[in-house]
């Protein structure tokens, strides 16, 4: 445990206070890596918030216009403080969602609460890439978002802010470790992660819809389209990556393409049935997480299509093979039942 602070420093040395530091040693190939990703973090990435929440007056701020046709639609309200239609965080005590989705989001705020552990290890991993690190800062603050989002839309449904910050803290008594080791890895896996968070917050705001539920909907949207940005964040940069050395690229991008599991989901309490539940709901299912490794590769550009389908159908095998995933896929399971 941390000491939070020690007793009687006052009474302690008279000595001068220094600076503890070690030697790191920045490599060429770091430094133009840095270079490189900070050119396209400032041109491609850095952006003030698309969204947050106001909790104080309980609505979103959304600070620019969303893209699609449903925007000008309800359940968003004219706003006499901001110039973009908002959500009102009350109209979600008007909304019931279904047991089965409650626990998806609560199951997605299980994963979202890892936080700490995926930006700890981020910025030791990236401290010498320089783009990666200030993304890393902005990536950071977006993410913690979400884990709000899902508390309000939560605690909507009934549940207490004191059960969910004790399942917060029980969750935080056990790390997340990095699946990978080297920052190109990691890249190549975040922008995986990405890419399988993006479809399942969708399909989790197309069943909200179904439940007649528009303000969780808009809410789980918000969220999706982060993590799609966050994807394209993450292709970015392993282009970059790609730039210096293609072959070690592929090497690395194909290894943890075969690999990939989402992060922290052995660690979340009841994972199993939080994976078949999410099955059941079509919110995760092997398919979503292999057309979305497939995707991701051939977004790269670097890796042709057969070489993707290839790939991905690996992983898919892989993962099938070594979890009980098999015994739970949609053709033995009952679907939810819609509302
Ligand atoms: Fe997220
Ligand atoms: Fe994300």
């Known amino acids: 445990m941390t000491e939070l602070w020690a007793p009687g420093v006052s009474s302690g040395s008279r000595e001068p206070f220094n600076d503890h530091s070690e030697?790191?040693?920045?490599?060429p190939a770091e430094r133009?890596?840095?270079?490189?990703?900070?050119?396209?973090?400032?041109?491609?990435?850095?952006?003030a918030p698309l969204w947050s929440i106001d909790f104080k007056n309980r609505m979103t701020v959304i600070n620019r216009p969303l893209r699609g046709e449903r925007r000008v639609q309800l359940p968003y309200e004219r706003s006499d403080s901001t110039s973009y239609p908002q959500l009102r965080l009350e109209a979600l005590e008007q909304e019931e969602i279904s047991p089965y989705l409650v626990r998806d989001l609560l199951y997605k705020k299980d994963t979202e609460d890892f936080l700490p552990d995926f930006t700890r290890h981020s910025k030791a991993l990236?401290?010498?890439?320089?783009?990666?690190?200030?993304?890393?800062d902005?990536?950071?603050?977006?993410?913690?978002?979400?884990?709000?989002?899902?508390?309000?839309?939560?605690?909507?449904?009934?549940?207490?802010?004191?059960?969910?910050?004790?399942?917060?803290?029980?969750?935080?008594?056990?790390?997340?470790?990095?699946?990978?080791?080297?920052?190109?890895?990691?890249?190549?896996?975040a922008a995986f992660q990405e890419g399988s968070?993006?479809?399942?917050?969708?399909?989790?705001?197309?069943?909200?819809?179904?439940?007649?539920?528009?303000v969780t909907a808009e809410l789980l949207r918000l969220i999706g389209r982060d993590e799609g940005y966050h994807w394209a964040s993450y292709i970015g940069f392993l282009r970059i990556f790609f730039g210096a050395d293609p072959e070690g690229t592929i090497g690395d991008t194909i290894h943890?393409?075969?690999?990939?599991?989402?992060?922290?989901?052995?660690?979340?309490?009841?994972?199993?049935?939080?994976?078949?539940?999410?099955?059941?709901?079509?919110?995760?299912?092997?398919?979503?997480?292999?057309?979305?490794?497939?995707?991701?590769?051939?977004s790269f550009g670097f890796i042709g299509k057969k070489l993707?389908?290839?790939?991905?159908?690996?992983?898919?095998?892989?993962?099938?093979?070594?979890?009980?995933?098999?015994?739970?896929?949609?053709?033995?399971?009952?679907?939810?039942?819609?509302?």
């Open 23 to 27: 030697i790191v040693e920045i490599t």
């Open 32 to 47: 133009d890596l840095g270079e490189m990703t900070l050119r396209f973090f400032r041109t491609n990435i850095q952006r």
């Open 126 to 136: 990236f401290r010498n890439l320089w783009g990666i690190t200030r993304a890393y």
């Open 138 to 189: 902005q990536w950071g603050y977006e993410e913690g978002q979400h884990s709000d989002v899902l508390e309000i839309i939560l605690e909507s449904q009934g549940y207490s802010r004191d059960e969910l910050f004790s399942r917060y803290f029980d969750n935080l008594s056990q790390t997340w470790e990095l699946p990978f080791t080297t920052p190109r890895q990691i890249t190549a896996y």
């Open 197 to 214: 968070t993006q479809p399942s917050y969708q399909a989790a705001a197309e069943r909200a819809d179904k439940e007649d539920a528009p």
């Open 256 to 298: 943890v393409a075969r690999q990939f599991r989402m992060p922290a989901i052995n660690l979340i309490p009841e994972h199993a049935k939080g994976f078949v539940n999410a099955m059941r709901l079509g919110t995760y299912t092997p398919d979503m997480e292999t057309e979305a490794i497939y995707s991701t590769l051939v």
């Open 308 to 339: 993707a389908r290839q790939t991905a159908d690996e992983h898919r095998d892989l993962i099938l093979a070594t979890t009980s995933l098999r015994n739970h896929l949609p053709g033995n399971l009952n679907p939810t039942p819609a509302r």
